[in-house]
């Protein structure tokens, strides 16, 4: 079975640009999260699908990034406008049930 | 606030000897324990979890101690290799309600040959 897939792996983006990440969850997950990484803040949480419902749209992260999932095999984060402190990695996972969820490789953005 | 703790931000041992890594909660609600791996450059990779209903959950070299009454646990790593130098994540969700995990802020480990 193939794994959560994400791309870019990297992206670079001036600031005020509009970057989008992509994200295929694992076939049959109904649950799809989005999480930001990054060492002075750990891992955060932006956004929250369950079969395909925004059930949770990260509180403090709701007015620049905005997630969507057209279907159940794909979402995309949309960060707009991009500021530098926006630099981090973006971390897409999928989950099935109440299982642990499985995480993908994640997509490195740097804003300069 | 910290809803999940991890107490060390890092930690040193030897090849071969055992890794002990803590973890404590606030919430009572919360029943199901996954811990992660994390090496440079990946994604968070799910090692070990555990439920509330169990106090103890091994797999391999990889034992989780879990005990409710005092809101903790650990993760245990017996013979520790080079080769497991990397990132832990303890983890909590609450089974009821909204499903999402609530992540620790990582203990990194090394293993020294």
């Known amino acids: 079975d193939a794994g959560v897939t994400q791309t870019p792996r990297h992206e670079v983006a001036e600031k005020g640009q509009t970057i989008i990440l992509k994200c295929e969850p694992v076939s049959g997950h109904n649950d799809l999260f989005w999480y930001r990484q990054t060492k002075i803040q750990g891992l955060e949480l932006l956004s929250y699908f369950r079969s395909k419902s925004l059930m949770e749209d990260g509180g403090a992260f709701k007015d620049r990034f905005k997630a969507e999932m057209l279907n159940s095999s794909f979402s995309t984060l949309k960060i707009q406008p991009t500021e530098p402190k926006d630099s981090a990695v973006y971390l897409c996972a999928s989950a099935r049930g109440n299982q642990a969820p499985l995480f993908g490789e994640g997509t490195r953005l740097s804003v300069l | 606030q910290q809803q999940v703790r991890q107490s060390s931000q890092s930690l040193t041992v030897w090849e071969g000897e055992t890794a002990i890594l803590n973890c404590s909660y606030e919430?009572?609600?919360?029943?199901?324990f996954p811990w992660y791996q994390q090496f440079p450059g990946e994604g968070p990779a799910l090692l070990i979890a555990i439920r509330s209903v169990s106090d103890k959950k091994e797999d391999g070299r990889f034992t989780i101690f879990f005990n409710k009454r005092e809101k903790n646990l650990s993760l245990h790593i017996k013979d520790s290799q080079p080769g497991d130098s990397a990132t832990y994540f303890c983890?909590?969700?609450?089974?009821?309600?909204?499903?999402?995990?609530?992540f620790g802020s990582g203990t990194q480990l090394t293993v020294m040959p």
């Open positions: 983890a909590a969700s609450a089974s009821s309600g909204s499903w999402q995990l609530i």
């Open positions: 919430n009572s609600a919360f029943d199901y």
